[in-house]
């Protein structure tokens, strides 16, 4: 009976929080749509101004560097699903991320990568807004 409460304590469990608050949600959906459909008016509105993005081959980017790809029709980021979600929220603040089978398209060359994405949201002056993302490729 031990033995299978020690397996059971080693088996890995996703992290779950209670659900996102309803304002959260909003902001996240509408992020992810925003990505999807290059609507740079939402994302320079979800996307704070001291925003920091660490992509996957470890290069930093500020707002402006990280929505230059979005304001081209040269890229297109194909529809997406969050696999193995991890929300965690406090007050005015939350990580939100997960697995994610990024496809797009970049100047005639498509690439696709599984990545897992951690979005820092804060609610700043009553609205949310991501002010940091951690991209890490799975190999």
């Known amino acids: 009976m031990k033995t299978a409460a020690v397996i059971l304590m080693l088996i890995p469990v996703p992290v ?25 008016a939402t994302l320079e509105r979800l996307v704070a101004d001291d925003y920091v993005l660490v992509n996957s081959d470890s290069s930093v980017e500020n707002k402006e560097q990280s929505l230059a790809p979005f304001r081209s029709s040269a890229f297109k980021i194909e529809p997406y699903v969050v696999q193995q979600p991890v929300e965690i929220v406090w007050n005015d603040g939350a990580v939100v991320g997960g697995l994610v089978n990024l496809s797009w398209t970049r100047d005639g060359k498509h ?29």
């Open 16 to 40: 779950f929080a209670a659900a996102l608050p309803p304002d959260l949600a909003k902001a996240v959906k509408e992020f992810q749509e925003a990505e999807i459909h290059n609507d740079i």
């Open 111 to 139: 690439e696709t990568r599984l990545i897992r994405r951690a979005y820092i949201w804060a609610r700043r002056k009553g609205r949310w807004q991501t002010t940091y993302t951690q991209v890490t490729r799975v190999p």
